[in-house]
């Protein structure tokens, strides 16, 4: 009897360590659904917009300008943001606001890329922490689901 018992534990540990593992890999090479909240993406993204963060673009080094990337924040590594690509490694990009007169620029470093948030005037974003290391990627937006279920291709 307690073998019995014992085998049933085991057969489901090992089950639950095979599924476990098959949605860690999933989750990291292939994607994940991700709930956007607040404005700076708008009016491409909104509150409370579903979208789905492709991965293989980031291992494959495939981000391009233009881009939507889901991020670790460089402030909170516990939170993610999420923004368009502006500039590449080597890239010169406009780190003034909307509203300044008189513009600045500078080169984005080996390693980074320049993110901004589509609603300039309420974004939080390198104009403000500079350029994020790549390695804080976390996947490229390729979907987006709207209220009422209507998926929407941002390919």
């Known amino acids: 009897m307690f073998r019995r018992v014992l085998g049933k534990t085991l057969g489901f540990v090992g089950y ?11 989750f990291e090479y292939i994607g994940e659904f991700v709930v956007c909240s607040g404005p700076s993406m708008e009016p491409t993204i909104v509150n409370h917009d579903i979208v789905f963060s492709e991965r293989m673009s980031r291992h494959l080094c495939k981000i391009e300008k233009g881009d939507i990337v889901i991020a ?3 402030f909170d590594p516990n939170m993610n943001i999420c923004k368009r690509v502006i500039g590449l490694e080597g890239d010169k990009v406009c780190t003034s606001a909307p509203s300044d007169v008189f513009k600045s620029h500078t080169y984005v470093p080996k390693g980074h890329v320049w993110l ?8 939080t974003d390198s104009r403000s922490y500079g350029p994020i290391p790549y390695a804080l990627i976390r996947g490229r937006v390729c979907l987006k689901v709207k209220g009422g279920g209507v998926l929407y291709v941002c390919c």
């Open 116 to 123: 901004e948030g589509d609603n300039l005037r309420n974004s």
């Open 16 to 26: 639950t360590v095979q599924y476990g593992c098959i949605a860690h890999c999933a």
């Open 72 to 74: 670790k924040s460089p």
